[in-house]
Structures are given as structure tokens and as C-alpha cells.
């Protein structure tokens, strides 16, 4: 159950809901499509990604813990290198949380349905694993680039 085959390579995908989304918004086949298609470049091995909704006080602890960051965001992605047992085979790892409260808010601010806010922080949480990143604009606007289109066709 999940797992989707690139060539001989697999994704397991696990999508935890530790937060309030209602059933409604609880499209797990969507955003294992989204994540398939935003980790396409790191299908070089197998891939094993959780996806963790949670709230504000849920994400700002990992942000505090792990990041040293002391206030609430949308979406955290973790590229955990090593397999916490050894599998015999090279996997990659990663953790992305999403904040549902966030999504919610920001759908209402950016003119979004809250799904598709959702899938965007998933994608771009993907994105991010498979090596894209966004700490100048430039690279920001190819991002949110790849996650619009990543979008529009999961939701086609």
C-alpha cells in the first residue's frame, strides 16, 4: 500500500493526519500524486516519505527543536539521509509537516480552495527533497513554478 515504482525503484508514501483536517480535505491519493511527481528527481533509489498534518503548536515545537526557529510556518521538510535501520539497499528518507491551521488562513489570503493550498506546501515540501530550493527569488519563482504545474496536473 503506497508504494508507486520508478523503473525498479518504489515510493512509500505515509500520510498522517495528527490534526483536525476534515474528511473532506483527507485527499491521501492526491497528495501521494503530488509527492510522486515533486520527487522525480530524487528517484534515483528508493523513497520512503512521511507527510504529517499538524497544528500551529505542533509545527512551531518542530521549528523550535529542530530549527531554532521560534514562530509558526507553513510547511518543514526533512531529507533524512540514512534509513533508521539498514535495509540492505539504498533509501532516501524524509519527513514534511504541514500546518493545517496555515493552509487554511493562507487559502482564504492567496484566493486558493484549501485543498489546493495543501497540496502546495506538499509539493513544495517534495520539491525541496528532491533537491530544489528557495532562499533567493529567483529560485523561489522556479519553485512555485514547478509546484503550480505539479499541481494542475494532479488535480486535472
Same mark, same amino acid.
Given at each position: 500500500? =503506497?508504494? *508507486?515504482?520508478?523503473?525498479? @525503484?518504489?515510493?512509500?508514501?505515509?500520510?498522517?493526519? *495528527?490534526?483536525?483536517?476534515?474528511?473532506?480535505?483527507?485527499? /491521501? =491519493?492526491?497528495? *501521494?500524486? !503530488?509527492?510522486?511527481?515533486?520527487?522525480?528527481?530524487?528517484?534515483?533509489?528508493?523513497?520512503?516519505? @512521511?507527510?504529517?498534518?499538524?497544528?500551529?503548536?505542533?509545527?512551531?515545537?518542530?521549528?523550535?527543536?529542530?530549527?531554532?526557529?521560534?514562530?509558526?510556518?507553513?510547511?518543514?521538510?526533512? @531529507? @533524512?539521509?540514512?534509513?533508521?535501520?539498514? /535495509? =540492505?539497499?539504498?533509501?532516501?528518507?524524509?519527513?514534511?509537516?504541514?500546518?493545517?491551521?496555515?493552509?487554511?488562513?493562507?487559502?482564504?489570503?492567496? =484566493?486558493? /480552495?484549501?485543498?489546493?493550498?495543501?497540496?502546495?506546501?506538499?509539493?513544495?515540501?517534495?520539491?525541496?527533497?528532491?533537491?530544489?530550493?528557495?532562499?533567493?527569488?529567483?529560485?523561489?519563482?522556479?519553485?512555485?513554478?514547478? !509546484?503550480?504545474?505539479?499541481?494542475?496536473?494532479?488535480?486535472?
Amino acid at each position: 500500500m =503506497g508504494e *508507486k515504482t520508478y523503473g525498479e @525503484n518504489q515510493m512509500i508514501a505515509h500520510i498522517f493526519y *495528527k490534526t483536525d483536517v476534515p474528511k473532506y480535505l483527507r485527499r /491521501t =491519493g492526491l497528495f *501521494k500524486a !503530488a509527492l510522486q511527481k515533486g520527487l522525480k528527481h530524487f528517484a534515483r533509489q528508493n523513497i520512503e516519505v @512521511n507527510v504529517i498534518f499538524v497544528d500551529e503548536k505542533e509545527i512551531r515545537r518542530v521549528n523550535v527543536e529542530f530549527l531554532d526557529h521560534h514562530y509558526v510556518t507553513d510547511v518543514i521538510s526533512f @531529507n @533524512n539521509e540514512k534509513p533508521p535501520f539498514d /535495509t =540492505g539497499e539504498p533509501w532516501g528518507f524524509g519527513d514534511i509537516f504541514v500546518c493545517y491551521p496555515v493552509a487554511r488562513k493562507n487559502a482564504k489570503l492567496f =484566493g486558493h /480552495t484549501i485543498l489546493q493550498e495543501m497540496l502546495m506546501y506538499v509539493t513544495h515540501g517534495a520539491l525541496h527533497l528532491s533537491g530544489m530550493d528557495d532562499h533567493d527569488p529567483k529560485d523561489r519563482a522556479e519553485m512555485d513554478r514547478q !509546484a503550480e504545474k505539479i499541481i494542475a496536473s494532479v488535480l486535472d
